[in-house]
């Protein structure tokens, strides 16, 4: 199994930063594409940002230009960089990890951290 720990959210006002970092701990075998994904109030779950072990990342229109994510494959940790937050950005965000424990891939998903952009 793999489990994911987020860390970083919090409140933020409009306009501001803020960084999360998600890592990743278990019987890895390989670590594959690791993402995020956000949940707003009353919404579902929606893709952030992804990247692969190669480094190609992918984003969400919605956060192109104002987060930025990184990984460091030598600990199996992910980071999501928030600049220019909005309120629309105010969700659960959740860390993913796509990795190999025995032969196949599975998809994992951490507890998730609140970001909350108010004034």
């Known amino acids: 199994q793999v489990q994911l720990v987020e860390s970083g959210g919090g409140l933020v006002q409009p306009g501001g930063s803020l960084s999360l970092s998600c890592s990743a701990s278990?019987?890895?075998?390989?670590?594959?594409?690791m993402g995020w994904y956000r949940q707003g109030p009353g919404k579902q779950r929606e893709f952030v940002a992804t990247?692969?072990?190669?480094?190609?990342?992918n984003y969400a229109d919605s956060v192109k230009g104002r987060f930025t994510i990184s990984r460091d494959n030598a600990k199996n940790t992910v980071t999501l960089r928030m600049d220019s937050l909005n309120p629309e950005d105010t969700a659960a965000y959740y860390c993913?990890?796509?990795?190999?424990?025995?032969?196949?891939?599975?998809?994992?998903w951490g507890q998730g951290t609140q970001v909350t952009v108010s004034s």
């Open positions: 278990g019987s890895i075998r390989s670590m594959n594409a």
């Open positions: 990247i692969t072990s190669g480094g190609n990342t």
């Open positions: 993913n990890a796509r990795a190999v424990v025995t032969f196949f891939e599975n998809s994992y």
